[in-house]
């Protein structure tokens, strides 16, 4: 077991390597690092101060070095300046003495850079936004999973039935639905003043506000959250994850039940309820598992659509804003941190499917 | 003139059918959910002392003969509105939902043209003609099938151009008559106008072409790619199968809207990486045709001579005229003589069918992979070892057909999936052009004012969800009707 842990890790570290350096070389190429120096020096810069300005800012040395200095195997480059001596580097921050400067200064060091848009340092930025993600992500699971394992459970125990068709129909529908489609729909119908249900709710008295629910989520990131601001995010997101799952769960709850021992149990004479709560859900669930936790890179991108839809400063759009503005730093960093989600989540189902599942455990 | 209404002349009485139908449904699923809550159970057979049989119904039986009549009168409301749109001479009568009917005559002759021969000759179609036999699949298919003559119709079902741009019409609500119209132009914008005053159903109709035009070839060639390199590493396995397998989680480890952003933000064109990329991915079609007729008829020398120069013939007039370009002085590959250089794909449309491609195959690859993985421990494989035929000619004419159910069904699956990463491209502004129907953008216009002005995102939101559901349907339905025999 040690042994296979240990060998996931190694393949998830070599992963995790390749993948931050496809990311460093798709966002240092020459035609970003142009833009980059012209929107911080000079937008009428020549081509050749552009190259010297890329020099002057150690944006100047070979593709890998430049990765191994942001990644901080490499020392941080330093320069003197031919005129007045004065020495600048990656790790020399303005206005310290260069001695006391570090020799490395990258992500193993903590340091994950500076963000040329927002002025700030990348880690002060990351560390709240990761935040406010994480508070829309644990409600979208909160709804997410046990609504989702419930609709295939219930789907799953008797197959073929009336009740198993429409709830496969149900969540074949939900995953074909996209967030961009469902927060639209969702929009117009619980949350715009002049359509949807909101109006007759208004004129009958039965809400407070003009609508039923905000459109936009931006409140949830100051005054905190509520109902009134957070369900159509929370809700949107869930459900396209939400088919996924429980047409997992069904499968594999139809098969539990056409085991031996589910026959056993029932020519016994359990009842039915009991049967489903205490024979076979325990096995049906071992699958959803991994599947759950493999549905963190889909909900990324779910988050992205949903916090760019609802104007919630989170991760999702903080990826956006950095990709757009060409901010190199700061995409680097959130590429580091959905790189890793990735990799953690996929490690987790590993493992954590191997635990579950005795018959593999054995072998 | 005045702003036409919903439902037009006919609206009279089907509104109020409707209304009664959605009714009864929604009361008879009421009490059937809270019926069978309370434990009671549908009808049973008893069979009598006389040897008679008798069908004893519950109220549950009669909730949901509700429930169905009231689908069926539903229905039967929407067939009345197609042909309010079909028989009521003037605009003004049909109503805008009739009014819309009418315009899609071309797609719905065709629909019936399909469904009533392939229902005719069902027995004789194979695979597809099995999925007549479920509900399911034939409501899936209709549903694509409805895009797909829209994409071909659209011509003529289009009202306006995609970008006909009348400012008067800015933000008109659904129904509106034009300012003044000429000879010949549609009087009206059925679906109101967005908000630079364009058609917003004429957008969401050319949107089909574009969608259905990228989609399904995007998820062709992921199949080639996928099935080119999951073929000989499911079956070679070693080291072979190591190395692919890392580079496709590799590329599945990496967060698809990352990517994207990536891929798709102008430096990168400007890089040339989207050239790069095509030159790598569209060799991948060639080499599967190359190797599956060199597999197939090494043998017969003068035929594998025919078919291969045929092949590479159009194979590398179609890749050189893809990747270079002449007429673009930034383009990495400029060699290719402009004589026989076809056609350009301008970098936009390239970078946006590059990427989906990318995504898109490794998980091609792993379904290959594992499919191979089951079928070379066959009796049949083990017998064309033992004939002597060598592994490609194995993996592509026996291993491969043999994988054709699965895999079709995926594709149908994957095909949807394309279309929600379009859709996603599009929403973020990464799409074909800003000018472009495609459904995505479409929705990412309409949104900023979305809460004022709803109409001009909500029918390509809804076509996009009809379309996935249809094909998740359809994959549905081929892969219960596949796994009965």
């Known amino acids: ?363 | 003139m005045e702003p036409l209404t919903w439902s037009g002349a006919f609206g009279a009485f089907l509104n109020p059918l409707m209304l009664a139908a959605l009714v009864v449904f929604v009361l008879g699923f009421l009490s059937n959910f809270v019926m069978t809550l309370a434990g009671l159970r549908a009808g049973e057979m008893v069979v009598n002392a006389d040897h008679t049989l008798t069908l004893q119904k519950t109220p549950i039986d009669y909730a949901l003969m509700s429930m169905k009549y009231a689908v069926l009168l539903f229905l039967a409301c929407c067939v009345g509105y197609i042909v309010a749109g079909l028989v009521l001479p003037s605009i003004e009568q049909r109503g805008i939902i009739a009014g819309m009917a009418a315009r899609f005559v071309p797609v719905w002759i065709a629909l019936v043209a399909v469904f009533a021969l392939s229902i005719t000759f069902k027995r004789r179609l194979g695979l597809y003609g099995k999925l007549f036999d479920s509900l399911i699949g034939m409501v899936g298919f209709g549903l694509v099938m409805f895009w797909v003559f829209t994409a071909v119709f659209a011509g003529m079902v289009a009202t306006h151009g995609p970008i006909d741009v009348i400012s008067q019409m800015r933000n008109e609500v659904p129904g509106s008559p034009l300012p003044s119209p000429g000879d010949g132009v549609y009087a009206y914008y059925l679906l109101g106008g967005d908000n630079l005053g364009r058609d917003v159903f004429s957008r969401m109709v050319m949107g089909a072409r574009d969608v259905l035009s990228i989609a399904p070839l995007a998820t062709l060639f992921a199949f080639m790619v996928g099935v080119t390199l999951g073929l000989p590493a499911g079956y070679f396995g070693g080291k072979l199968d190591t190395i692919i397998t890392f580079i496709a989680n590799l590329v599945l480890a990496f967060p698809v809207i990352l990517l994207f952003y990536l891929l798709v933000t102008p430096e990168i064109v400007l890089a040339g990486v989207p050239q790069y990329m095509s030159m790598v991915l569209f060799i991948f079609p060639i080499i599967f045709l190359v190797i599956l007729f060199n597999s197939r008829f090494h043998t017969q020398p003068p035929k594998r001579a025919l078919l291969l120069s045929i092949v590479l013939a159009i194979g590398s007039i179609s890749y050189f005229s893809l990747i270079s370009d002449r007429s673009d002085p930034d383009a990495p590959f400029r060699f290719w003589p402009e004589a026989v250089d076809l056609f350009d794909i301008p970098g936009n449309l390239l970078i946006v069918f590059v990427s989906v491609v990318f995504v898109n195959s490794p998980t091609v690859f792993r379904i290959v992979r594992g499919i191979v993985l089951d079928i070379k421990t066959r009796d049949y494989v083990a017998a064309a070892q033992t004939r002597g035929e060598g592994p490609w000619y194995i993996m592509l004419w026996e291993i491969l057909p043999n994988a054709r159910g699965p895999l079709i069904v995926d594709f149908c699956l994957r095909i949807g999936y394309t279309t929600i990463l379009l859709g996603t491209l599009g929403f973020f502004g990464l799409g074909v052009s800003p000018e472009s129907p495609d459904w995505g953008s479409t929705i990412n216009e309409g949104r900023r004012l979305l809460t004022i002005y709803p109409h001009p995102a909500l029918p390509p939101a809804l076509a996009l969800m009809s379309l996935v559901l249809g094909l998740n349907l359809l994959a549905d339905g081929l892969r219960e009707e596949s796994l009965k025999d």
């Not at chain 1, 020459?30 to 081509?47: C, H, I, S, V, Y």
């Not at chain 1, 890179?297 to 990709?323: K, M």
């Open chain 1, 1 to 363: 077991m040690a042994l296979f842990i240990l060998r996931r890790l190694g393949v998830m570290i070599l992963t995790a390597l390749c993948l931050t350096f496809v990311v460093f070389f798709l966002t240092n190429l020459f035609p970003n690092l142009e833009k980059l120096a012209k929107t911080q020096g000079n937008a009428r810069m020549t081509d050749a101060e552009v190259v010297s300005w890329l020099d002057r800012n150690g944006y100047g040395g070979p593709m890998i070095m430049r990765y191994g200095e942001w990644l901080g195997v490499v020392p941080g480059w330093t320069r003197e300046d031919s005129r007045d001596g004065e020495i600048t580097g990656r790790c020399i921050d303005p206005g310290t003495d260069p001695a006391d400067a570090p020799r490395f200064c990258g992500l193993l060091q903590g340091d994950m850079g500076f963000s040329t848009v927002s002025d700030d340092e990348v880690s002060n930025i990351i560390g709240g936004r990761l935040q406010l993600t994480g508070v829309l992500m644990f409600w979208a699971f909160a709804v997410m999973v046990p609504s989702a394992l419930i609709v295939g459970v219930l789907a799953g125990m008797r197959e073929g039935s009336r009740m198993d068709r429409s709830l496969s129909t149900f969540a074949i529908g939900s995953t074909a639905t996209p967030e961009y489609v469902s927060g639209v729909i969702f929009i117009v119908v619980l949350a715009s003043s002049t359509t949807g249900i909101s109006p007759w709710l208004a004129a009958n008295g039965w809400i407070e506000g003009r609508t039923l629910f905000l459109g936009s989520a931006r409140s949830a990131m100051d005054d905190g959250v509520n109902f009134w601001n957070f369900t159509l995010p929370v809700m949107t997101i869930a459900l396209y994850g939400m088919g996924y799952i429980a047409r997992m769960t069904r499968a594999s709850m139809a098969e539990v039940m056409t085991a031996q021992y589910i026959r056993t149990a029932r020519l016994k004479g359990v009842s039915f309820p009991n049967i489903v709560l205490k024979h076979a859900l325990r096995n049906a669930l071992i699958a959803p598992f991994t599947v759950i936790m493999l549905q963190f890179p889909w909900l990324l991108t779910g988050v992205v659509i949903v916090e760019t839809l609802f104007n919630y400063n989170g991760f999702g759009w903080t990826l956006v804003q950095a990709a757009s503005n060409n901010d190199i730093e700061l995409l680097l960093a959130c590429s580091i941190v959905a790189v890793f989600v990735v990799l953690v989540t996929q490690l987790i189902s590993d493992i954590g499917y191997v635990f579950l599942n005795p018959r593999i455990r054995i072998s």
